[in-house]
């Protein structure tokens, strides 16, 4: 189909020399068939015409150019050479340009990394992608959205962890209790034995029954 006249969308540098390559041969065929009937002449002529003028056309396209550029030609020399090397090596836009997106094999994959990218919910920074590298640009867009989300919201385990040890280590010592008894002052004097003065058993008191084994 990209071979066919046309006036609208865009056409590849090998799409425009297959078409003015093949031009030789049609010729030479309507000439054949001129012999038979004056009407393939006319006819032929004008296909010629209109399917070199339409790639042209095309091609100027793909260079994001308008096709009124095919009017170069009318200065001298200069002008024809010109067209030949801007149609036929220079390379097209890349991407999508004012007349549409890429031809050929090219264009299908720029459609499917369009797909892509809406998917992936980044429809709204493709104006300013270049679609030839729509791959690179979306596993960007994807680890920076990744990056503020992050930011925005922090995991909370690791920020619970993170403030349980803060916690743990501002916190001040709390002071240990127990029931083991006391000891008693390094230099403090012998506590003196049950009994009387000098060491003897009290004697019990007036109308008091002595213990057992305690003298009166």
Request: hydrophobic share 40%; net charge positive; glycine share 12%.
């Amino acid at each position: 189909m990209r071979y066919l006249p046309g006036f609208s969308g865009r056409a590849t540098r090998t799409t425009w020399w297959k078409v003015h390559l093949s031009q030789l041969p049609a010729v030479i065929l309507v000439l054949l068939l001129s012999a038979v009937n004056r009407a393939f002449l006319y006819l032929g002529i004008f296909l010629i015409i209109y399917v070199g003028t339409g790639v042209s056309v095309r091609r100027y396209h793909d260079r994001d150019k308008s096709g009124w550029w095919l009017f170069v030609t009318v200065i001298p020399v200069i002008g024809s050479l010109w067209q030949l090397i801007e149609l036929g090596f220079l390379p097209g836009t890349r991407g999508e340009n004012t007349y549409g997106p890429r031809p050929g094999i090219d264009g299908i994959r720029d459609a499917r990394r369009k797909e892509a990218a809406y998917d992936a919910g980044l429809e709204a920074e493709l104006p300013s992608v270049d679609m030839s590298n729509v791959d690179a640009a979306i596993a960007r867009m994807k680890a920076r959205a990744g990056q503020e989300a992050a930011r925005a919201h922090p995991a909370p385990s690791a920020q619970g962890f993170g403030m349980q040890g803060q916690a743990a280590f501002s916190a001040p010592a709390a002071p240990m209790t127990g029931t083991a008894p006391s000891s008693p002052p390094p230099h403090a004097p012998p506590a003196p034995a049950a009994g009387g003065p000098g060491g003897r058993p009290a004697t019990p008191a007036f109308g008091q029954r002595p213990a057992f084994g305690q003298r009166i």
